[in-house]
């Protein structure tokens, strides 16, 4: 069994602002390694080790579609585009639940995050929904 606590969630509870997707990505492959059958997520109901397939899946496809569609917009440009980028993860069905339901589950602040990290850039969708994805990760932990 394992206790992944923040580096693998199993739904729309990831906060990344103070990590590094990039980083994360190799985490998750370092955690596959130790063999686990069964698995305790920082957030979200436990599983099997699909969980973190499915965790490290998201990432790379948030990962991959902020590298060929926003890296080179400006980022104005690229921040109108995120809702496209939410709708195609939001399509897929292992990794839609990462994306949010009706809210966007933080994904703004997740291609935010990886836009700064390949680009050097920031996309700064909005500093108050950083705080409040903030805020909200911190209420999960019973720290709000």
Request: with cysteine.
């Amino acid at each position: 069994m394992l206790f992944t606590g923040d580096a693998c969630v199993n739904g729309p509870y990831n906060y990344v602002g103070d990590g590094n997707v990039g980083s994360w990505i190799r985490t998750l492959d370092a955690t596959r390694a130790l063999g686990a059958r069964a698995v305790c997520p920082g957030h979200g109901p436990r599983g099997a080790t699909d969980i973190i397939d499915d965790q490290q899946a998201y990432f790379r496809k948030v990962t991959e579609l902020v590298e060929s569609r926003l890296t080179k917009m400006a980022p104005e440009q690229a921040r109108g585009e995120i809702g496209r980028l939410r709708t195609e993860v939001k399509s897929d069905p292992r990794i839609a639940r990462y994306a949010g339901g009706d809210t966007d589950g933080g994904f703004k602040e997740h291609v935010e995050k990886v836009y700064q990290e390949l680009t050097g850039r920031k996309l700064a969708t909005t500093s108050e929904a950083a705080r409040q994805a903030q805020r909200a990760h911190a209420r999960a932990h019973g720290h709000a």
